[in-house]
């Protein structure tokens, strides 16, 4: 018989998977749902009488049987009583564990394992990986009375994203360490020079020389800082475009005008073509520029003397499509997946010829998804290298904002915010009636598109 103080197990149950889908929407804090599990099972809440729980527990808990997250539960002789389908999966077991023993003999090589178990301490946990392509958190509850184990629960949740995200944020700190240590290197080096050998030991020409060097790395530094901070307002959401209906065409000219010296420098042309007539999009003007701005960059600094860029700026069904096309020195298949990483080079030499942060492209991607667009790249090696960006034109975004108008996450969305408030302008100017964002019809939208 199960007993359970003040409650009876069914609204026990039921407050339980309350309080899991509660923890389980938290965020990024997965081990606080391993943890409720362990301190539910095993806190004192259930004891059991005889031996006739153990088929009302796994009623009791059937219902867990389907989570994402590993439950195995052990009584006080070490045999298992409960388990669900997410534990074996999790654990690469073809059958449930027998007791816990057999945890031990499959899993007690694994460095931290036994002591879980040896030394019980509330909130530890350890990850491992399972498999090449699997990694899991591991954690353990063993409840005491006294000198006697009343129960055991072993909690098991996937990592494997966890684990991928901590090995990028670890290559990420390397990587800036490693940017940023490279220059503060030379402007030490060309410093200890000038003091060492007096500036009065050197010519006017050799002192400049040592200068415009501290200069060009301390210009380095502050390029990186400045692409790490945009990176990380965009990672945190802490920007606040002023987003608002653009013609992309002058924008691109603006450009071409503001790249032109430059290009004039390598001889490379620069040519924009209009194919068809293009609808405006929503837009933050300055992100567009910088994001638009690095692509011709580098078709410029990987171009060729006598080379060209060509952009072309066309509407497909419902999206704007700018394709950048130059016949540069292009990049080998092998480096195409990788080239949007962070610190991604092709250039992985020691000299670093074409200079910059390794941070570009990364914010090109960045920028352009912050716009509802996507971005694909094509190369040869030898022959040039294509960049196409499909943003979502006006009306495209108009359907998409009254898609998502019940979405919870929509007021923090700036791009659904400037449709809504711009749909809503062009729909009153226009006698078009709207009540609610959402039930838009076709019909209306295209009375407003067509004027």
């Known amino acids: 018989m199960l007993v359970?103080?003040?409650?009876?197990?069914?609204?026990?149950?039921?407050?339980?998977?309350?309080?899991?889908?509660?923890?389980?929407?938290?965020?990024?804090h997965y081990k606080l749902i391993g943890n409720?599990?362990?301190?539910?099972?095993?806190?004192?809440?259930?004891?059991?009488?005889?031996?006739?729980?153990?088929?009302?527990?796994?009623?009791?808990?059937?219902?867990?049987?389907?989570?994402?997250?590993?439950?195995?539960?052990?009584?006080?002789?070490?045999?298992c009583r409960f388990h669900n389908r997410s534990a074996l999966e999790l654990l690469d077991l073809k059958e449930p564990p027998g007791s816990v023993t057999d945890i031990l003999t499959k899993f007690g090589h694994i460095q931290g394992i036994k002591s879980l178990f040896l030394m019980?301490?509330?909130?530890?946990?350890?990850?491992?990986?399972?498999?090449?392509?699997?990694?899991?958190?591991?954690?353990?509850?063993?409840?005491?009375?006294?000198?006697?184990?009343?129960?055991?629960?072993?909690?098991?949740?996937?990592?494997?994203?966890?684990?991928?995200?901590n090995k990028q944020r670890k290559e990420f700190v390397a990587n800036v360490s490693h940017e940023l240590k490279t220059p503060?290197?030379?402007?030490?080096?060309?410093?200890?020079?000038?003091?060492?050998?007096?500036?009065?030991?050197?010519?006017?020409?050799?002192?400049?020389?040592?200068?415009?060097?501290i200069r060009d790395d301390a210009m380095r530094m502050e390029a990186l800082v400045g692409d790490l901070l945009l990176l990380s307002s965009i990672d945190g959401n802490r920007r606040q475009?002023?987003?608002?209906?653009?013609?992309?065409?002058?924008?691109?000219?603006?450009?071409?005008?503001?790249?032109?010296?430059?290009?004039?420098?390598?001889?490379?042309?620069?040519?924009?073509?209009?194919?068809?007539?293009?609808?405006?999009?929503?837009?933050?003007?300055?992100?567009?520029?910088?994001a638009f701005g690095n692509i011709i960059s580098n078709g410029i600094k990987y171009g060729v003397p006598n080379g060209k860029i060509d952009i072309y700026?066309?509407?497909?069904?419902?999206?704007?499509?700018?394709?950048?096309?130059d016949n540069g020195i292009g990049i080998a298949q092998e480096h195409l997946p990788y080239i949007f990483n962070r610190f991604y080079r092709v250039d992985n030499s020691g000299t670093r010829q074409h200079g910059g942060t390794g941070l570009g492209l990364s914010i090109v991607q960045e920028l352009?998804?912050?716009?509802?667009?996507?971005?694909?790249?094509?190369?040869?090696?030898?022959?040039?290298?294509?960049?196409?960006?499909?943003?979502?034109?006006?009306?495209?975004?108009?359907?998409?904002?009254?898609?998502?108008?019940?979405?919870?996450?929509?007021?923090?969305?700036?791009?659904?915010?400037a449709a809504k408030k711009e749909l809503l302008i062009q729909a009153k100017e226009y006698g078009v009636k709207i009540d609610d964002i959402a039930n838009v019809s076709e019909a209306d939208l295209k009375v407003i598109l067509e004027q």
């Open 4 to 28: 359970v103080p003040f409650l009876t197990v069914s609204l026990q149950a039921a407050l339980f998977l309350a309080a899991v889908v509660l923890l389980y929407f938290i965020g990024s």
């Open 36 to 79: 409720f599990f362990t301190s539910f099972f095993s806190g004192g809440i259930l004891h059991f009488k005889h031996g006739e729980a153990n088929k009302d527990l796994n009623m009791e808990l059937a219902a867990f049987s389907s989570l994402h997250l590993g439950v195995l539960y052990f009584d006080t002789n070490g045999k």
């Open 120 to 165: 019980p301490v509330n909130g530890k946990s350890v990850t491992f990986s399972i498999r090449p392509d699997r990694s899991i958190n591991f954690a353990v509850k063993v409840n005491m009375q006294d000198t006697r184990i009343l129960n055991t629960v072993i909690v098991v949740q996937d990592f494997t994203q966890e684990e991928l995200q």
């Open 184 to 213: 503060i290197t030379t402007i030490k080096a060309y410093t200890e020079l000038l003091l060492d050998w007096g500036i009065k030991e050197k010519s006017k020409e050799q002192i400049a020389d040592d200068i415009k060097k």
């Open 241 to 290: 475009p002023k987003v608002e209906l653009i013609e992309v065409e002058p924008l691109i000219h603006d450009l071409i005008e503001r790249f032109s010296l430059q290009a004039v420098e390598k001889n490379i042309k620069i040519n924009c073509y209009i194919l068809n007539k293009v609808p405006m999009v929503f837009a933050e003007t300055e992100s567009l520029e910088r």
């Open 313 to 325: 700026i066309s509407c497909l069904i419902d999206d704007v499509t700018i394709k950048f096309a």
């Open 368 to 417: 352009i998804k912050m716009h509802h667009g996507e971005i694909f790249v094509q190369s040869v090696l030898g022959s040039g290298t294509e960049f196409t960006v499909i943003l979502p034109s006006e009306g495209s975004m108009y359907r998409s904002t009254i898609a998502a108008a019940h979405d919870p996450d929509f007021e923090n969305d700036l791009w659904y915010k």
